[in-house]
Protein backbone atom coordinates (compact mmCIF):
# COMPACT_ATOMS: atom_id res chain seq x y z
CA UNK A 1 0.00 0.00 0.00
CA UNK A 2 1.54 3.43 -0.87
CA UNK A 3 1.87 6.10 1.27
CA UNK A 4 -0.68 8.43 2.52
CA UNK A 5 -1.32 11.63 0.08
CA UNK A 6 -1.45 14.92 1.74
CA UNK A 7 -4.43 17.32 1.37
CA UNK A 8 -1.95 18.74 -1.30
CA UNK A 9 -0.95 16.14 -3.46
CA UNK A 10 -4.92 15.41 -3.97
CA UNK A 11 -5.58 18.78 -4.95
CA UNK A 12 -2.99 18.31 -7.60
CA UNK A 13 -3.98 15.13 -8.89
CA UNK A 14 -7.76 16.55 -9.15
CA UNK A 15 -6.39 19.52 -11.10
CA UNK A 16 -4.41 17.39 -13.56
CA UNK A 17 -7.20 14.85 -14.21
CA UNK A 18 -9.78 17.67 -14.59
CA UNK A 19 -7.10 18.79 -17.28
CA UNK A 20 -7.38 15.53 -19.06
CA UNK A 21 -11.60 15.65 -18.60
CA UNK A 22 -11.37 13.07 -16.19
CA UNK A 23 -12.56 12.44 -12.81
CA UNK A 24 -10.20 11.99 -9.78
CA UNK A 25 -11.11 9.77 -6.63
CA UNK A 26 -8.71 9.85 -3.71
CA UNK A 27 -8.55 6.56 -2.15
CA UNK A 28 -9.82 5.72 1.21
CA UNK A 29 -7.37 6.23 4.51
CA UNK A 30 -6.30 3.37 5.88
CA UNK A 31 -7.89 4.31 9.28
CA UNK A 32 -10.99 6.24 9.22
CA UNK A 33 -11.16 9.48 11.30
CA UNK A 34 -12.54 9.05 14.34
CA UNK A 35 -16.12 10.25 15.59
CA UNK A 36 -18.57 9.83 17.93
CA UNK A 37 -19.97 7.10 16.58
CA UNK A 38 -16.89 4.98 15.94
CA UNK A 39 -14.33 6.07 18.52
CA UNK A 40 -14.52 3.71 21.24
CA UNK A 41 -11.20 4.60 23.11
CA UNK A 42 -11.84 5.85 26.93
CA UNK A 43 -10.82 9.05 27.18
CA UNK A 44 -8.19 9.96 29.77
CA UNK A 45 -9.18 11.93 32.41
CA UNK A 46 -8.81 15.32 32.92
CA UNK A 47 -7.12 16.38 36.46
CA UNK A 48 -8.58 19.54 37.88
CA UNK A 49 -6.71 22.21 39.65
CA UNK A 50 -6.94 20.31 42.91
CA UNK A 51 -5.57 17.15 41.85
CA UNK A 52 -2.90 19.05 39.63
CA UNK A 53 -1.98 21.40 42.71
CA UNK A 54 -1.75 17.70 44.44
CA UNK A 55 0.44 16.65 42.44
CA UNK A 56 2.78 19.06 42.21
CA UNK A 57 3.18 19.24 45.98
CA UNK A 58 4.58 15.47 45.52
CA UNK A 59 7.56 16.76 43.35
CA UNK A 60 10.96 16.31 44.28
CA UNK A 61 12.23 19.83 44.68
CA UNK A 62 16.02 18.85 46.09
CA UNK A 63 16.74 17.26 42.97
CA UNK A 64 15.95 20.82 40.78
CA UNK A 65 18.30 23.17 40.55
CA UNK A 66 17.51 27.75 41.20
CA UNK A 67 15.85 27.87 38.29
CA UNK A 68 13.85 24.68 37.98
CA UNK A 69 12.95 25.39 41.93
CA UNK A 70 11.80 29.14 40.46
CA UNK A 71 9.53 27.85 37.96
CA UNK A 72 8.09 25.29 40.01
CA UNK A 73 6.96 27.81 43.17
CA UNK A 74 5.51 29.93 39.98
CA UNK A 75 3.60 26.24 39.13
CA UNK A 76 2.08 25.55 42.35
CA UNK A 77 1.02 29.41 43.06
CA UNK A 78 -0.87 29.44 39.88
CA UNK A 79 -2.48 26.38 40.57
CA UNK A 80 -3.26 27.25 43.98
CA UNK A 81 -4.97 30.18 42.67
CA UNK A 82 -6.93 28.51 39.92
CA UNK A 83 -8.18 25.71 42.87
CA UNK A 84 -9.17 28.46 45.64
CA UNK A 85 -6.53 27.18 48.08
CA UNK A 86 -5.83 30.14 50.00
CA UNK A 87 -3.25 29.03 52.20
CA UNK A 88 -0.73 27.10 49.58
CA UNK A 89 2.14 26.48 52.90
CA UNK A 90 -0.50 24.67 54.89
CA UNK A 91 -2.30 22.95 52.30
CA UNK A 92 1.40 21.90 51.28
CA UNK A 93 2.08 20.94 54.57
CA UNK A 94 -1.21 19.54 55.49
CA UNK A 95 -0.72 16.48 52.27
CA UNK A 96 2.50 15.29 53.50
CA UNK A 97 2.81 12.16 55.65
CA UNK A 98 5.12 11.58 58.39
CA UNK A 99 8.65 11.14 56.63
CA UNK A 100 7.62 12.27 53.37
CA UNK A 101 8.45 16.24 53.73
CA UNK A 102 8.70 18.85 56.45
CA UNK A 103 7.52 17.77 59.76
CA UNK A 104 5.15 19.40 62.00
CA UNK A 105 6.47 19.30 65.76
CA UNK A 106 3.10 20.08 67.91
CA UNK A 107 3.79 22.01 71.40
CA UNK A 108 3.65 18.61 73.26
CA UNK A 109 6.46 17.55 71.01
CA UNK A 110 4.65 14.43 69.56
CA UNK A 111 3.85 13.73 65.73
CA UNK A 112 0.79 15.39 64.09
CA UNK A 113 -0.52 11.85 63.11
CA UNK A 114 -1.38 13.30 59.58
CA UNK A 115 -0.59 9.15 58.50
CA UNK A 116 -3.71 8.18 60.90
CA UNK A 117 -5.56 10.90 59.20
CA UNK A 118 -4.55 9.45 55.59
CA UNK A 119 -5.37 6.19 56.72
CA UNK A 120 -8.69 7.02 57.68
CA UNK A 121 -9.57 8.77 54.46
CA UNK A 122 -8.11 5.83 52.26
CA UNK A 123 -10.60 3.69 54.73
CA UNK A 124 -13.15 5.31 52.81
CA UNK A 125 -14.76 7.93 56.11
CA UNK A 126 -14.80 11.58 54.95
CA UNK A 127 -12.17 13.26 56.57
CA UNK A 128 -12.80 15.93 59.87
CA UNK A 129 -13.07 19.00 58.46
CA UNK A 130 -11.70 21.74 59.82
CA UNK A 131 -11.92 25.87 59.50
CA UNK A 132 -9.15 27.23 61.66
CA UNK A 133 -8.31 30.49 62.12
CA UNK A 134 -4.86 30.63 61.07
CA UNK A 135 -1.73 33.18 62.43
CA UNK A 136 1.78 33.26 61.03
CA UNK A 137 4.81 34.03 63.06
CA UNK A 138 7.49 34.63 62.17
CA UNK A 139 11.20 36.02 62.50
CA UNK A 140 11.92 33.76 65.51
CA UNK A 141 15.36 31.77 66.64
CA UNK A 142 15.85 28.51 64.77
CA UNK A 143 16.12 27.65 68.49
CA UNK A 144 12.88 28.18 69.70
CA UNK A 145 10.63 25.54 69.72
CA UNK A 146 6.86 24.97 68.74
CA UNK A 147 6.84 24.69 73.08
CA UNK A 148 8.35 27.85 73.43
CA UNK A 149 5.94 29.51 71.41
CA UNK A 150 3.41 27.97 73.09
CA UNK A 151 4.54 28.97 75.99
CA UNK A 152 5.08 32.68 75.40
CA UNK A 153 1.40 32.93 73.99
CA UNK A 154 -0.38 31.22 77.26
CA UNK A 155 2.07 33.64 79.40
CA UNK A 156 1.12 37.07 77.47
CA UNK A 157 -2.70 36.34 76.92
CA UNK A 158 -3.55 33.90 80.45
CA UNK A 159 -3.86 30.24 80.55
CA UNK A 160 -7.85 30.91 80.01
CA UNK A 161 -7.08 32.11 76.58
CA UNK A 162 -4.74 30.10 75.24
CA UNK A 163 -5.22 26.25 75.81
CA UNK A 164 -3.99 23.06 74.14
CA UNK A 165 -7.25 22.94 73.08
CA UNK A 166 -7.39 26.57 71.74
CA UNK A 167 -4.54 27.05 70.02
CA UNK A 168 -2.19 24.45 68.06
CA UNK A 169 1.50 24.92 66.99
CA UNK A 170 3.36 24.14 63.82
CA UNK A 171 6.55 24.64 63.98
CA UNK A 172 7.63 24.64 59.97
CA UNK A 173 11.65 22.19 59.70
CA UNK A 174 13.55 21.61 56.97
CA UNK A 175 12.90 18.44 55.32
CA UNK A 176 16.02 16.92 55.05
CA UNK A 177 17.83 18.23 58.26
CA UNK A 178 14.45 18.25 60.14
CA UNK A 179 15.81 21.80 61.84
CA UNK A 180 13.47 24.63 62.39
CA UNK A 181 12.92 27.43 59.49
CA UNK A 182 12.52 29.87 61.35
CA UNK A 183 8.99 30.13 61.18
CA UNK A 184 5.49 28.82 62.14
CA UNK A 185 1.51 29.01 62.21
CA UNK A 186 -0.59 28.85 65.41
CA UNK A 187 -4.37 27.50 64.70
CA UNK A 188 -6.79 28.62 66.44
CA UNK A 189 -10.76 27.51 67.36
CA UNK A 190 -11.85 30.94 68.09
CA UNK A 191 -11.59 34.47 65.71
CA UNK A 192 -11.45 36.69 68.80
CA UNK A 193 -8.40 34.50 70.48
CA UNK A 194 -6.45 35.10 66.67
CA UNK A 195 -7.05 38.72 67.45
CA UNK A 196 -5.89 38.53 70.87
CA UNK A 197 -3.04 36.44 69.26
CA UNK A 198 -2.24 39.60 66.75
CA UNK A 199 -1.38 41.93 69.75
CA UNK A 200 2.07 40.58 70.44
CA UNK A 201 3.45 41.34 67.39
CA UNK A 202 6.55 43.06 68.09
CA UNK A 203 6.78 40.99 71.29
CA UNK A 204 9.93 39.11 72.16
CA UNK A 205 10.96 35.68 72.16
CA UNK A 206 14.27 34.28 72.91
CA UNK A 207 16.15 37.41 72.09
CA UNK A 208 14.00 38.21 68.89
CA UNK A 209 11.29 40.29 68.20
CA UNK A 210 8.84 38.03 66.30
CA UNK A 211 6.04 38.88 63.61
CA UNK A 212 2.72 37.55 64.57
CA UNK A 213 0.38 38.27 61.53
CA UNK A 214 -2.45 36.50 60.14
CA UNK A 215 -2.00 33.90 57.48
CA UNK A 216 -1.76 34.98 53.85
CA UNK A 217 -2.85 32.27 51.70
CA UNK A 218 -1.34 30.65 49.07
CA UNK A 219 0.05 31.94 45.88
CA UNK A 220 2.97 33.23 47.31
CA UNK A 221 4.06 36.04 44.01
CA UNK A 222 0.25 36.50 42.93
CA UNK A 223 -0.79 39.91 42.91
CA UNK A 224 -3.74 38.85 44.73
CA UNK A 225 -1.64 37.93 47.91
CA UNK A 226 0.57 40.59 47.83
CA UNK A 227 -2.50 43.01 47.96
CA UNK A 228 -3.89 40.80 50.92
CA UNK A 229 -0.77 41.08 53.00
CA UNK A 230 -0.58 44.93 53.16
CA UNK A 231 -3.89 45.31 53.63
CA UNK A 232 -3.67 43.15 56.55
CA UNK A 233 -0.75 44.75 57.58
CA UNK A 234 -2.09 48.08 57.63
CA UNK A 235 -5.12 47.06 59.14
CA UNK A 236 -2.97 45.39 62.05
CA UNK A 237 -0.51 48.71 62.61
CA UNK A 238 -4.17 50.84 62.65
CA UNK A 239 -5.57 48.40 65.07
CA UNK A 240 -1.73 48.66 67.04
CA UNK A 241 -1.94 52.47 66.86
CA UNK A 242 -5.75 52.57 67.89
CA UNK A 243 -5.21 50.38 71.12
CA UNK A 244 -1.87 52.95 72.27
CA UNK A 245 -4.30 55.53 71.81
CA UNK A 246 -6.48 54.38 73.79
CA UNK A 247 -4.35 53.36 76.80
CA UNK A 248 -3.02 56.66 76.62
CA UNK A 249 -6.75 58.43 77.20
CA UNK A 250 -7.91 56.06 79.78
CA UNK A 251 -4.98 56.95 81.96
CA UNK A 252 -5.43 60.88 81.45
CA UNK A 253 -8.94 60.47 82.00
CA UNK A 254 -7.98 58.80 85.66
CA UNK A 255 -5.61 62.29 85.67
CA UNK A 256 -2.58 59.51 86.17
CA UNK A 257 -0.79 61.56 82.73
CA UNK A 258 -1.00 64.69 81.82
CA UNK A 259 -1.52 66.08 78.56
CA UNK A 260 1.77 66.63 77.03
CA UNK A 261 3.98 64.65 79.71
CA UNK A 262 5.22 62.20 77.24
CA UNK A 263 6.26 63.77 73.73
CA UNK A 264 5.66 62.21 70.05
CA UNK A 265 8.68 60.19 70.44
CA UNK A 266 8.07 57.84 72.60
CA UNK A 267 4.51 57.78 71.53
CA UNK A 268 5.53 56.74 68.63
CA UNK A 269 7.82 53.91 70.34
CA UNK A 270 4.40 52.31 72.15
CA UNK A 271 2.79 51.71 68.85
CA UNK A 272 5.89 49.27 68.05
CA UNK A 273 4.89 47.42 70.85
CA UNK A 274 2.14 45.36 72.28
CA UNK A 275 -0.33 46.54 74.11
CA UNK A 276 0.98 44.61 77.10
CA UNK A 277 4.44 46.18 76.92
CA UNK A 278 2.71 49.67 76.74
CA UNK A 279 0.41 49.01 79.82
CA UNK A 280 3.40 47.42 81.94
CA UNK A 281 5.89 50.15 81.06
CA UNK A 282 3.14 53.46 81.82
CA UNK A 283 2.23 51.06 85.51
CA UNK A 284 5.97 51.22 86.43
CA UNK A 285 6.53 54.95 85.60
CA UNK A 286 3.56 55.92 87.57
CA UNK A 287 5.18 53.50 90.22
CA UNK A 288 8.54 55.60 90.38
CA UNK A 289 6.58 58.77 89.97
CA UNK A 290 8.03 59.39 86.37
CA UNK A 291 6.61 62.89 85.78
CA UNK A 292 9.04 63.77 88.50
CA UNK A 293 12.04 62.70 86.24
CA UNK A 294 14.03 65.01 84.72
CA UNK A 295 13.37 64.04 81.33
CA UNK A 296 9.98 61.53 81.98
CA UNK A 297 9.84 60.63 78.02
CA UNK A 298 13.26 59.49 78.19
CA UNK A 299 12.79 57.70 81.10
CA UNK A 300 9.64 56.02 80.24
CA UNK A 301 11.62 55.05 76.45
CA UNK A 302 14.03 52.87 78.72
CA UNK A 303 11.83 51.01 80.92
CA UNK A 304 10.18 49.97 77.34
CA UNK A 305 12.85 48.75 75.92
CA UNK A 306 13.85 46.91 79.29
CA UNK A 307 10.28 45.12 79.29
CA UNK A 308 9.55 44.19 75.62
CA UNK A 309 13.30 42.06 76.11
CA UNK A 310 12.24 40.45 79.89
CA UNK A 311 9.01 40.22 78.74
CA UNK A 312 5.72 40.85 80.94
CA UNK A 313 4.26 38.81 83.90
CA UNK A 314 0.68 38.09 84.07
Request: net charge neutral; charged share 35%.
Amino acid sequence: MGAKKTAAQIRRMQKRAAGRGEDYTPPPPANPPLTAENDTTEAPETPNALQELRAATKADVSSMNAKERRHHKRKLAKLAEAAGVEDLDTFIEAGRDGDDGPEEEDADGSSSGRGRKRARRLDGKPPEINNPYIIFVGQISYSTTSQAIFDHFQKELGEDVITPASAKVRLLTDSKTKKSRGMAFVELDDPKVMYDCLKLHRTHLNGRRINVERSAGGGKNSERRKLKIQNQREQQEKMMSNTVDNILEEYRSKGDLQEGELDDGVVGLFKRHSAHVVDAAIQEYLEADGKDKKNPSAYLTAIVGRIAVEGTTK
